[in-house]
């Protein structure tokens, strides 16, 4: 797999990419964001991963997310040092696939660019249904993958529409954390525990609505229905 690798350190990344290369994947390095998305030019869907480093020297890395992700849905890595939350959320708001909070183990990091690249090969799809699913006002139209609050449109990603569409199925049940990685991300590593808790939040203030999704202490989530 062809990896885009955004660094701006020198010895960083010729150490990062001597792993990743021992790893089977073939890791071109870009030392900037303009680097980065020029190396998305000629073909846009080139990379199986990319990732992406905050700290550039040119330009602010949420930026060069977003511009990424106009230009291809291939999967982005955040490396950041910000460890809170709304760092994390801005992140998934802009497209990111995941994030990485240095210092990290190259294990986690090899894990997580597998399991986003397992999520893209697989395809992403919400829990099949004939017809939209509607809870008051959050109309959730399943083959468009299109949500609404009071017929105001809301916009996504696709992890987290996902995360509603399972939830919203059955609401009032409790889906256990495990359940939810794995029907969602395809995956039983733990760590993407983290992962889901951003998602959650991430949702919760989209939707503005922050009772919606109910955290079962010690167990998972549930969607409690608003009143129509």
């Not at 602010?60 to 106009?70: L, Q, S, T």
Request: glycine share 8%; net charge neutral; proline share 4%.
């Amino acid at each position: 797999m062809r990896l885009l690798l955004v660094e701006d350190d020198d010895h960083v990344a010729a150490a990062l990419s001597a792993v990743l290369s021992r790893h089977g994947f073939a890791v071109q390095h870009a030392r900037n964001g303009e680097e980065a998305l020029q190396a998305l030019v000629p073909e846009p869907d080139a990379f199986g991963v990319v990732l992406l480093d905050l700290g550039l020297p040119d330009q602010d890395g949420y930026e060069v997310c977003g511009k990424i992700r106009k230009r291809t849905a291939t999967p982005v890595i955040m490396v950041t040092a910000r460890a809170d939350v709304r760092s994390r959320i801005h992140g998934l708001n802009l497209g990111a696939d995941d994030y990485v909070v240095k210092p990290y183990d190259t294990g986690e990091l090899l894990a997580r660019i597998h399991a986003v690249s397992r999520r893209s090969a697989g395809g992403e799809s919400a829990p099949a249904a004939e017809n939209g699913l509607r809870l008051g006002g959050v109309h959730i139209e399943l083959p468009t993958r299109q949500v609404t609050v009071d017929g105001a449109a809301v916009q996504l990603t696709r992890k987290e529409f996902d995360l509603l569409a399972l939830l919203a199925q059955r609401p009032g049940v409790v889906f256990r954390r495990e359940q939810i990685i794995s029907e969602v991300w395809r995956t039983s590593w733990e760590g993407t525990g983290r992962t889901l808790e951003v998602h959650v939040a991430s949702l919760r203030s989209k939707l503005r609505m922050p009772a919606l999704i109910e955290t079962v202490r010690g167990v998972g989530y549930r969607l409690v229905a608003p009143a129509a």
